[in-house]
Structure formats: structure tokens, C-alpha cells
């Protein structure tokens, strides 16, 4: 088999990186958790504002079934409280 060759890296070893390259990998650390951080805070909202959709889905429910045993039905237009009644059931 052939010698290999020993390969000499003549570039000086370094204990830090440039000043330049610190406050460049500094900022786009810093925006990557003040975007994480904002994608918390608006997963938080909407954590709320589903649970404020459920509670007021579950009262949806609650009031039709009021409507329903005081009129017969819930189907009301929501502009006048006009109950709409079938055509064959006025």
C-alpha cells in the first residue's frame, strides 16, 4: 500500500473568535429567543382565547337547550329573536 500523506494545518490555532463574529452570532442568538420567546407569549393567547371559544360554545349549547324547551325549537333569527318555524309548521 501507498504512504500517506501527512497533511500540516499551517493556520494558527485561536482561543476566541473575532470580535466581529462574537457580536454577530451574539444578535442572531438573541433574535432567535426574542422570537421563540414571542411565539410563547402568542401560544399562550391562543391557548386562551380557545378556551374562551369553548366556554362560549358550551353556553351555545346551553341556551339552545333553553330555547328548545321553552319555544320547540332554537332556530331564531338573530336579528329580530323571530323564531324561524318551518313553512309546514306555522
Known amino acids: 500500500m501507498g504512504k500517506k500523506e501527512k497533511v500540516i494545518d499551517l493556520k494558527p490555532k485561536v482561543d476566541k473568535i473575532s470580535e466581529q463574529h462574537l457580536k454577530e452570532l451574539q444578535h442572531i442568538v438573541n433574535s432567535v429567543n426574542g422570537l421563540q420567546f414571542n411565539i410563547g407569549k402568542i401560544e399562550a393567547q391562543k391557548f386562551g382565547l380557545l378556551n374562551g371559544l369553548t366556554k362560549a360554545q358550551d353556553n351555545i349549547r ?8 321553552e319555544y320547540g325549537t332554537y332556530d331564531v333569527n338573530l336579528d329580530d329573536g323571530t323564531i324561524n318555524w318551518p313553512a309546514d309548521e306555522k
Do not use: G
Open 62 to 69: 346551553v341556551l339552545q337547550e333553553k330555547l328548545v324547551k
